[in-house]
């Protein structure tokens, strides 16, 4: 009980599970505490930092008894940064937490039960797997130039010269880029006073291509000593495209509107399997395109595409999965809310002589409702890409209402899914299987490819529903 404590206790206890951001969960007396850095199996002493009604906050302060699982994390700076919460947890201890974790909410938020839980799909080398890299660039104590991450749930900057989740050539453009900042003495951004000219180092590298974007978020509208830059990054292997995004908002969202193509093109060109895809600075694409490709496998085996089907691909961002759908699909419609996203869903269509795509500009919520209730429009597939926050309740009544015979639901946040997933099976639907690819490794986050069927074998449309998290 929160009486038996209070602030600055040491305490023992055992890590028993992880929370949602990968911090230790364990129990002292009954009364949960969450500690950071501790993992499953470890006992630990931890100081109580914090207490709440029924639980509290504790900071580890020493690993009693480590656990059989625990290892030596690869990068010396693990704890500090914030991308990778997990990694000192062995590989197949990651999976394991994460098939557990999807499972138990989908019972405890969803409801859900009796299905299959497929096993979950994870990396035979899951290192340097990242294609899309964002280094905030600021000053340490001493007024030098750095770059790196962010420490978790914080804006102070760890620096690292080197991370083993993102591709190697990030090492040699950091490099550079730093290098030319305090050459030529140009500024790093400070979010306290809003001032300063470099926000964020932003690259993207094609897996498959080998292409390389180099993109400096910039406080202002033009860099000093611009051909100095672009004459030493033109020395990276691959290098494809260098340009500017402004952002002058005082906010944390670190993408502007604004792209300014400095030297070559303003975009890269990658594949998931035999789809090339144009990407700019401002697309969504999944960042480890080993993961992808089986999870979009993993999405065509449960829809069943036969070649006969009318697909609609909702929040279709760049026409990834449209593209990768219309090769098995009679036609593809996809439909999403940023026109510079459907602008290169349609460039790439072309890039891949692909036909029977078509796209709109819009909010999912409005444009399939609109299509269904004033066009009578019909789909034997959807495909549905939300970002985190799941489904919009509109869509999913809508969805059902077309009431299509399965639905096949692609989520990246299993709490979003489970939720929608309660709202699905209470109108109509049965989970049969279940499935996790881990496109993130070392960290708490997940994937999951989720079969549904209707009830009742005698719904008149025959339709497929998709979606992409």
């Not at 406080?219 to 100095?228: R, S």
């Not at 260098?242 to 990658?270: A, M, S």
Request: hydrophobic letters at 35%.
């Amino acid at each position: 009980m929160k009486e038996n404590f209070k602030k600055n206790d040491l305490v023992t206890l055992k890590i028993t599970d992880l929370g949602s951001s990968g911090e230790g969960i364990g129990k002292v007396d009954g009364f949960t505490l969450f500690v950071k850095d501790a993992l499953i199996g470890d006992v630990v002493q931890a100081k109580i930092i914090k207490l709440k009604k029924n639980y509290g906050y504790g900071r580890l302060m020493e690993i009693v008894t480590p656990s059989p699982a625990r290892v030596e994390a690869r990068c010396p700076k693990a704890r500090a940064c914030g991308g990778c919460q997990i990694q000192p947890l062995d590989y197949e201890k990651q999976l394991e937490y994460k098939e557990n974790k999807v499972g138990g909410l989908l019972e405890r938020v969803g409801k859900i039960r009796d299905y299959v839980m497929e096993p979950i799909i994870g990396m035979e080398e899951p290192w340097h797997y990242r294609n899309k890299a964002q280094f905030p660039v600021g000053k340490d104590k001493d007024g030098k130039i750095i770059t790196g991450f962010y420490a978790g749930r914080t804006h102070s900057i760890v620096p690292l010269d080197k991370c083993f989740i993102q591709h190697p050539l990030n090492e040699q453009i950091m490099s550079i880029v730093q290098r030319w900042m305090e050459e030529f003495n140009i500024s790093s951004y400070d979010e306290v006073s809003h001032k300063g000219l470099v926000r964020h180092i932003f690259t993207r590298i094609g897996k498959y291509t080998g292409e390389v974007m180099v993109c400096l978020v910039i406080n202002g509208k033009k860099i000093p000593k611009e051909a100095e830059l672009i004459e030493r990054l033109k020395q990276i292997p691959g290098i494809k495209s260098i340009c500017l995004n402004v952002n002058r908002e005082n906010t944390n969202v670190i993408l502007g509107k604004d792209i300014q193509c400095l030297w070559g093109q303003p975009y890269i060109t990658d594949k998931i399997g035999e789809i090339s895809y144009r990407i700019s600075p401002l697309s969504f694409f999944q960042v480890n395109p080993i993961q992808t490709q089986k999870l979009y496998a993993t999405a065509l085996e449960y829809a069943g595409l036969t070649g006969k089907e009318t697909v609609w691909d909702l929040y279709c961002g760049i026409g990834t999965i449209s593209l990768f759908l219309a090769q098995a699909a009679k036609k593809v419609y996809g439909v999403e809310i940023v026109p510079e996203a459907i602008r290169d869903a349609q460039e790439n269509a072309r890039l891949n002589h692909i036909e029977n795509a078509e796209f709109f500009v819009g909010k999912a919520e409005e444009v399939l409702p609109e299509q269904y209730e004033k066009n009578g429009v019909y789909a034997d597939v959807i495909v549905v890409d939300p970002p985190r926050k799941g489904c919009d309740e509109k869509l999913l009544a809508c969805m059902v209402q077309m009431a299509p015979e399965t639905i096949v639901y692609v989520s990246c946040d299993p709490a979003t899914l489970a939720r929608d997933l309660n709202y699905l099976s209470n109108h109509g639907y049965k989970v049969e299987k279940v499935r996790c690819t881990d496109m993130f490794p070392h960290s708490v986050h997940v994937e999951t490819v989720v079969l549904l069927s209707h009830k009742s074998p005698d719904s008149h449309i025959n339709a497929t529903i998709i979606n992409i998290g």
